[in-house]
Every structure is written in structure tokens, then in C-alpha cells.
Antibody
Framework: EVQLVESGGGLVKPGGSLRLSCAAS????????MAWVRQAPGKGLEWVSS????????FYADSVKGRFTISRDNAKDSLYLQMNSLTADDTAVYYC????????????????WGQGTLVTVSS | EILLTQSPGTLSLSPGERATLSCRAS???????LAWYQQKVGQAPRLLVF???SRASGIPDRFSGSGSGTDFILTISGLEPEDFAVYYC?????????FGQGTKVEIK
């Protein structure tokens, strides 16, 4: 059974930093792209960042480019999101999501999602 | 960036009725790479349909997707109590993948 478990969310002050983690199990982690998708309170879904199977490619939404860094450790079956220079607009539930297998014609279809971790940016 | 517009915003129906949800793209979606997700309150989204019309694993056949180009439809042929939720379409043919704003299916 595929499982994605996020951690690392919490309350942080504007301008602060936070590192999210996602522990994956139930599939061959190194075979799939991975992504972070967020959802502000009461709002819709917003793709944040994706990473390829060997970390050769990393893509970011314009809203987080230069502030967030996605990474993965295939030996630990883990995905990470380093978030710096946080603002109130970054307040959201952050979901870890599984992307397609390597060599897919697309990279942002998400077939499994974690339960999410809440990030609140407030003074 | 492709903009997706979902309609209606809210659909009020009774159990057993048919639900028809629309998703319109601002430009043609490459290879009909259009997905639908279901999200219940307090839960993560769940993939229902990909490639416009292919059901994801374990999804009941009362859920069906159709469409191509810029116009897509998700049909729920007979609403079950567990189907009342918010539904999002997403295009993943062009980067960034974008989501619609959602359609809430509520009990009438």
C-alpha cells in the first residue's frame, strides 16, 4: 500500500524558514517523480514544486521560485521542501504527492497524496 | 499558463441523481492530459480520472470522464452519499500543471 507521510509543518514568523519532510513507503520511491502541492485555508490546490527521479530536474511555481528548494533522498525514501523567506501567502496545508514514473511524457499527474502538513506564517 | 474554469461552483443534488461537472481550459490541453480529483473535508485529494477518460485504480464505474481540446466533463452517474465532496480538474500537459477552482457537490 502506497503511503506518504508529511512532517515538519508548524507556526513560523514572516521571513522565517521551515523544512518539510515526506516519508514514502509501499512503492519503489526512486522510480517516481515527486511533488509538493499546497492548499491555502478554504482555497483550491496549487502545485508548488516537482523533482525528477534522480534529482536532475527540479521545477518550481513562480510564487516560490528562489525561496523554496525541493530535494529527495532515494536511499531514505524521503522527499523534502526547504522553505525560506516565508510570507503570510505561504500559509497552507502542504501535500506530498507521487508523480509519474521515469520517462513519462508528463510530470505533474499525482496518483497518491499524503495527508498534508499545515504551515502557518504569522507574527 | 493554462487557466481552467470549472462550472458550476456548487451543484446541489440528491443521492441517486446524476452529476455533470464541467472544466474549460483557456487553451487546448496537450494529449487530453486532464485529470479529475475528489477531495472530502479534511482529507487529501484522490485521483479519480486521468487522460480525460481513464479511471484511476479502484475508482467505481459510476465516475466517468470525457472531452478533449478545451472542454471536459466529469459525470457521476448516480450519486452515493460518499460522493458529496469538492472536485478539481487539473491539466498536466503543460508546465505548470494547473488546477481549476473546484466544484462543490452538496446534498440538496
Amino acid at each position: 500500500e502506497v503511503q506518504l507521510v508529511e512532517s515538519g509543518g508548524g507556526l513560523v514568523k514572516p521571513g522565517g524558514s521551515l523544512r518539510l519532510s515526506c516519508a514514502a513507503s509501499g512503492f519503489t520511491f526512486s522510480s517516481n517523480a515527486m511533488a509538493w502541492v499546497r492548499q491555502a485555508p478554504g482555497k483550491g490546490l496549487e502545485w508548488v514544486s516537482s523533482i525528477g527521479t534522480s534529482s536532475l530536474y527540479r521545477f518550481y511555481a513562480d510564487s516560490v521560485k528562489g525561496r523554496f528548494t525541493i530535494s529527495r533522498d532515494n536511499a531514505k525514501d524521503s522527499l523534502y521542501l526547504q522553505m525560506n523567506s516565508l510570507t503570510a501567502d505561504d500559509t497552507a496545508v502542504y501535500y506530498c504527492a507521487r508523480g509519474p514514473p521515469q520517462y513519462s511524457d508528463y510530470d505533474q499527474l499525482f496518483d497518491f497524496w499524503g495527508q498534508g502538513t499545515l504551515v502557518t506564517v504569522s507574527s | 499558463e493554462i487557466l481552467l474554469t470549472q462550472s458550476p461552483g456548487t451543484l446541489s443534488l440528491s443521492p441517486g441523481e446524476r452529476a455533470t461537472l464541467s472544466c474549460r481550459a483557456s487553451q487546448s490541453v496537450r494529449s487530453s492530459y486532464l485529470a479529475w480529483y475528489q477531495q472530502k473535508v479534511g482529507q487529501a485529494p484522490r485521483l479519480l480520472v486521468f487522460g480525460a477518460s481513464s479511471r484511476a485504480s479502484g475508482i467505481p464505474d459510476r465516475f466517468s470522464g470525457s472531452g478533449s481540446g478545451t472542454d471536459f466533463i466529469l459525470t457521476i452517474s448516480g450519486l452515493e452519499p460518499e460522493d458529496f465532496a469538492v472536485y478539481y480538474c487539473q491539466q498536466y500537459g503543460s508546465s505548470p500543471g494547473t488546477f481549476g477552482q473546484g466544484t462543490k457537490v452538496e446534498i440538496k
